[in-house]
């Protein structure tokens, strides 16, 4: 099956820095990425789709400068919280669809989730 | 139109027995429906999933159940164990690769020993 890895898995932050976080296709072509931020208890809330070399579309009520996403190549894509605040503290995860082994695949994969607390 | 709506929040069930979960769609456009099994503190993984040409799947000890006409589609767990116990997640998308899932807001279910 397609892996998606996400890195880092936990992260702990200083209020007022940035943070990246890392989604990677291992044996795919992720054409489209999800991130999706899920707080505890609840379902995953989309925060953004991108695809490949183009722009990412965000949800409404997500701020795009707040939440910087890059998807440069078909394996990785990027989120970066900027000036991160306590409130953002959350667990974000990634999902990727695309072409796997050849053929256009439906199904989404997963990360396995970053946990961001900011201090 | 973009909701999918879960039932029940939690579930408690004995081992051995059998757990169902069911979700159901307003959008008909929809016909790709996957079910997600999450760990604490670990991404989302799928467990089975359905198109609506079909009524029913079944993969080994899970099964859905898929009414196009009633928009609803359920999750049969057989012969639970401790080992199912996670939160499960139905969502609904277009067939498209470009399209985003939509998630129901999960069920918590606790297999009892």
């Known amino acids: 099956g397609a892996v998606v890895s996400q890195h880092p898995s936990w992260v702990i932050c200083k209020s007022g820095t940035s943070v990246k976080i890392e989604c990677r296709s291992l044996?795919?072509?992720?054409?489209?990425m999800f991130w999706y931020r899920q707080f505890p208890k609840q379902s995953l809330m989309l925060m953004a789709t991108?695809?490949?070399?183009?722009?990412?579309?965000?949800e409404q009520g997500v701020e795009k400068d707040k939440f910087l996403i890059n998807h440069a190549s078909l394996t990785l894509s990027t989120l970066t919280v900027t000036s991160a605040h306590p409130e953002d503290s959350s667990f974000y995860i990634c999902?990727?669809?695309?072409?796997?082994?050849?053929?256009?695949?439906?199904?989404?994969?997963f990360g396995q989730g970053t946990r961001l607390t900011v201090v | 139109q973009q909701q999918v709506k879960q039932s029940p929040q939690s579930l408690i069930v004995q081992k051995g027995g059998i757990s169902i979960i069911n979700c159901a769609y307003e959008?008909?456009?929809?016909?790709?429906f996957p079910w997600y099994q999450q760990f604490p503190g670990k991404g989302p993984a799928l467990l089975i999933a359905?198109?609506?040409?079909?009524s029913e799947k079944k993969e080994g000890r899970f099964t859905i159940s898929f009414n196009k006409s009633a928009k609803q589609f359920s999750l049969h767990i057989m012969d639970s164990q401790p080992g199912d116990s996670a939160t499960y997640f139905c969502?609904?998308?277009?067939?498209?690769?470009?399209?985003?899932?939509?998630f129901g807001p999960g069920t918590r279910l606790s297999v009892l020993p």
């Open positions: 999902s990727a669809r695309g072409v796997v082994q050849g053929r256009i695949n439906t199904e989404a994969f």
């Open positions: 044996d795919f072509q992720a054409t489209t």
């Open positions: 991108s695809n490949e070399g183009s722009k990412a579309t965000y």
């Open positions: 959008n008909t456009a929809f016909d790709y």
């Open positions: 359905i198109r609506p040409d079909v």
């Open positions: 969502a609904a998308s277009r067939d498209n690769y470009g399209q985003n899932f939509v």
